[in-house]
Nanobody, 119 residues
Framework: QVQLVESGGGLVQPGGSLRLSCAVS????????MGWYRQAPGKQRELVAT???????NYADSVKGRFTISRDNAKNTVYLQMNSLKPEDTAVYTC?????????????WGQGTQVTVSS
């Protein structure tokens, strides 16, 4: 069974930084596109960033230049470095592992970690 476990959330002041981690177990980590999503209270879940198995990173416009997604295939872990945090970044951040191959979808989610940006 594939499991994703996030860590690194917390309370930070505006302008501060946090690094989220997502450890994956139970499957071959390197074959998945890894992503970070977030959901703020009263809002729909939105994509923050993805990192494909081929090495391409993509970001939501709202976080470009501030957030960096990376992955360590040796450690089966994906990271989200968040800098210059704003109050509007407050949300539950959830890790996702995704693979669509030969019509077979593999889609796994973590439990989420709370990020609160407030003074």
């Amino acid at each position: 069974q594939v499991q994703l476990v996030e860590s690194g959330g917390g309370l930070v002041q505006p302008g501060g930084s946090l690094r989220l981690s997502c450890a994956v177990s139970g499957s071959i980590f390197s074959i998945y596109t890894m992503g970070w999503y977030r959901q703020a209270p009263g809002k729909q879940r939105e994509l923050v960033a993805t990192f494909t198995s081929g090495g391409s990173a993509n970001y939501a416009d709202s976080v470009k230049g501030r957030f960096t997604i990376s992955r360590d295939n040796a450690k089966n872990t994906v990271y989200l470095q968040m800098n210059s945090l704003k109050p509007e970044d407050t949300a539950v951040y959830t890790c996702n592992a995704y693979r669509l191959r030969y019509g077979i979808l593999s889609d796994y989610w973590g439990q989420g970690t709370q990020v609160t940006v407030s003074s």
